[in-house]
């Protein structure tokens, strides 16, 4: 397998567009559409994606995404691609779209097939769409991924990020076809959980990563291939905190180590209610160990 971060010559493709934040049920649909379209004709299966969003590029808005670009590369892996192309938006913004066709996509991958989802859009000012794809019927054949809904809502990055940010987490995690994870170092905090008696973690997020609603989960916590169930507080502690600094704080059930400066990979399982600020840290010991009651009654069902 193939990742590369400029254009080659990478003939006979059956080819993947989009951008694929969270690499959602939708996108592992197409994904896996294209793999089984490569594999049945004898082609290779390529997929081109970009290292920043073009919304966020062309907005100029804030980014905040599912999964950074190392886990998106990882999950795009396991579906069975070939050759990941992670490309600089920057460099082909201003192309108008049958330029993007004629010189990036069939010169350079000179594709058998492209797949794309139902609202794939390219070129300058987003000139370029399904029908047009479609109209280049001579030069390839263009299949288009429909909408795919749960609940009667359209999987997309777009409403996952809401229902994240909401603490919808049971259905984003429906949407994903996963859990929603966060993976961070583990940074030294002020040891106030573990002078209750309690092993916690604690992870600063990457700027660019979507912000899960402030409050206590249930989950996993993943480290050396061990899993941990774990009781999670993403927020501003404001009982413990008076920076007020958004802080990934992970209570890990049955974990003796030292996590300082390692990578720990944290699921969200379920929202189980909003930051609370307590009078005193008895208070909080009594709250966490409430919680931790609750937890291990729900990896029990």
Same mark, same amino acid.
């Given at each position: ?75 795009? !892996? ?22 993007? %066709? ?9 594709? !058998? ?17 399904? !029908? ?18 749960? @609940? $009667?809502?359209?999987?997309? *990055?777009?409403?996952? !990020? ?6 919808? %987490?049971?259905?984003? $995690? ?17 040891? %106030? ?39 999670? @507080? ?19 059930? $049955?974990? $003796?180590?030292?996590?300082? *400066? ?13 930051? %609370?600020?307590?009078? @005193? ?21």
């Amino acid at each position: 397998m193939g990742i590369y971060f400029d254009l080659n010559d990478n003939k006979n493709t059956a080819l993947a567009l989009g951008f694929f934040d969270g690499v959602h049920f939708a996108h592992q649909t197409l994904i896996k559409k294209t793999v089984e379209i490569a594999n049945k004709n004898g082609l290779k299966s390529a997929l081109i994606t970009f290292m920043e969003s073009p919304y966020y590029i062309l907005t100029g808005k804030k980014a905040s995404y599912i999964t950074l670009t190392d886990e998106k590369i990882e999950l795009i !892996k396991a579906l069975g691609i070939d050759d990941i192309y992670i490309l600089d938006f920057n460099k082909y913004k201003s192309m108008q779209a049958v330029d993007y %066709i004629n010189h990036i996509l069939i010169e350079h991958f000179h594709p !058998k097939y492209i797949v794309t989802g139902f609202n794939h859009r390219f070129g300058a000012n987003k000139q370029g769409d399904c !029908k047009l794809l479609s109209s280049y019927n001579k030069n390839f054949n263009y299949i288009e991924i429909s909408p795919i809904f749960e @609940n $009667n809502i359209l999987i997309s *990055s777009t409403n996952i !990020k809401k229902f994240i940010t909401d603490g919808k %987490i049971e259905l984003a $995690n429906k949407m994903l076809n996963r859990n929603f994870s966060i993976t961070g170092k583990v940074v030294c905090g002020q040891q %106030i959980a573990r002078k209750l008696g309690y092993n916690t973690a604690n992870i600063i997020l990457d700027t660019k990563l979507i912000r899960p609603k402030h409050g206590v989960y249930f989950g996993y916590s993943y480290f050396e291939d061990k899993k941990f169930p774990s009781l999670i @507080n993403f927020g501003i502690r404001p009982s413990v905190d008076k920076n007020l600094i958004e802080t990934l704080e992970v209570h890990l059930l $049955n974990f $003796n180590g030292n996590l300082y *400066s390692k990578m720990l990979k944290v699921e969200f399982l379920k929202f189980v209610r909003g930051e %609370i600020k307590f009078s @005193n840290l008895d208070e909080l010991k009594q709250q966490i160990n409430s919680d931790y009651c609750e937890l291990l009654n729900f990896i029990k069902e």
